[in-house]
């Protein structure tokens, strides 16, 4: 239970007795928001708890006549994975509503178990509108393990428990049915790669190109713009999301702390966009292989060279009119991107476009033919 809340609670449902709710309940409700949090085995339970913490101080719906649903699904290594409703009274009290209570040894990093959640969720609540934020450790668009262990061996791109991970390609089968938006409340997750994957599923994307620190958002703050409490629409409330994240790191007093980089991503304008790329790279030839990335804006710590600025990548080998062209592009596929003048206080960032590439490493045989599964290089040709 956490501090300072006070929490009862109510009463206990299966997916199958969804339907016999109390009074009062919509039977489809406008707007459900879900937070799949993946803390097991992989460090990060503390931090989940001070994130449930802060979501229960901000905005709530309410229980009875408020066709809105918060629901949280929490795998902390601690109790047993649990998916719940949270909402309060007019009386303020913030109650949680258990809906499912799931297996202690159930892995929620693999991706079988998250479209179980993802669909006993919308059973439980069905809605007409969906948010979806996916919380743990992220890699990107790389394969299974190797972010971790790089030996160029199969060995993931979200999530991590007891070593297991979810590829990129099975995140996008589990995702069921279509969602207004989905945050990426993890690392390294802001990439062409990846966004392109997903572009069907979902109409925006938040993301960092970067590390993304353990605090991660402020969610006290950002959960009435998760409901679209703020602004006139979606993309304009996303923005002030994203707005409030920059905010908060870049006013820390710390260097290290000063640290962040957040992009809103329109995924209607990424297939226009992979039609530039794939100009780009087919005219590109040779020149493309002579780039030295020493000399390309990264967002990596250590040795994890997979994560280059997309924009000053394309720039080394582009013509200046090919460069104009992804600027144009770029600027209707990220409606917002913001970036802190250093990472962790290691390096300086000089450009953000608002999302990362790969740049082929010619010796990493096995991570360029996963490389070539990806929908981006299928059909932009980049590897």
């Given amino acids: 239970m956490k501090k300072s809340l006070l929490l009862f609670f109510l009463m206990v449902f299966v997916a199958s007795s969804c339907v016999k709710l109390e009074n009062g309940r919509p039977k489809t409700f406008s707007r459900s928001v879900l937070i799949y949090i993946c803390a097991d085995n992989n460090g990060l339970s503390p931090y989940a708890e001070s994130n449930l913490s802060d979501v229960v101080k901000g905005y709530l719906p309410k229980k009875i006549g408020d066709d809105e649903v918060l629901m949280v699904f929490v795998d902390n290594g601690k109790d047993a994975p649990s998916l719940k409703r949270y909402f309060s009274l007019s009386n303020e009290v913030v109650y949680e509503e258990i809906i499912k209570i799931y297996p202690q040894n159930f892995n929620s990093a693999d991706a079988f178990n998250l479209r179980q959640v993802l669909d006993e ?105 998760l409901f679209l409490h703020n602004e006139d629409t979606l993309e304009d409330n996303l923005i002030h999301l994203c707005k409030l994240y920059y905010d908060l790191y870049n006013n820390q007093e710390n260097i290290a702390y000063r640290s962040a980089t957040i992009s809103l991503i329109d995924t209607k304008w990424l297939d226009e966009l992979a039609d530039v790329c794939k100009q780009i790279y087919g005219s590109a030839g040779e020149k493309m292989k002579l780039v030295d990335s020493d000399n390309v804006q990264k967002f990596y710590t250590g040795n994890k060279g997979w994560f280059y600025d997309l924009q000053d990548y394309i720039s080394q080998f582009a013509s200046q009119e090919e460069i104009e062209q992804l600027k144009s592009t770029l600027a209707k596929a990220i409606p917002y991107k913001n970036a802190t003048l250093m990472l962790l206080g290691l390096y300086r960032i000089n450009y953000h476009c608002g999302l990362s590439t790969y740049i082929p490493i010619p010796m990493a045989t096995n991570l360029n033919i996963y490389y070539k599964t990806l929908d981006w290089d299928k059909y932009t040709g980049a590897l």
């Fill in 121 to 225: 969720a919308q059973a439980f609540c069905p809605s007409e509108h969906r948010g979806l934020i996916l919380w743990s450790h992220g890699t990107g668009w790389l394969p299974p393990g190797y972010y971790s262990n790089p030996t160029d061996l199969y060995t993931k791109s979200f999530a991590l428990d007891n070593s297991q991970e979810i590829d990129i390609k099975d995140l996008h089968n589990a995702i069921n049915g279509h969602y207004d938006y989905l945050v990426f409340d993890c690392c390294l997750m802001s990439t062409a790669e990846v966004a392109y994957q997903l572009r069907d599923k979902v109409d925006y994307i938040v993301a960092s190109a970067a590390e993304v620190l353990a605090e991660s958002f402020n969610y006290e703050q950002i959960m009435s713009d």
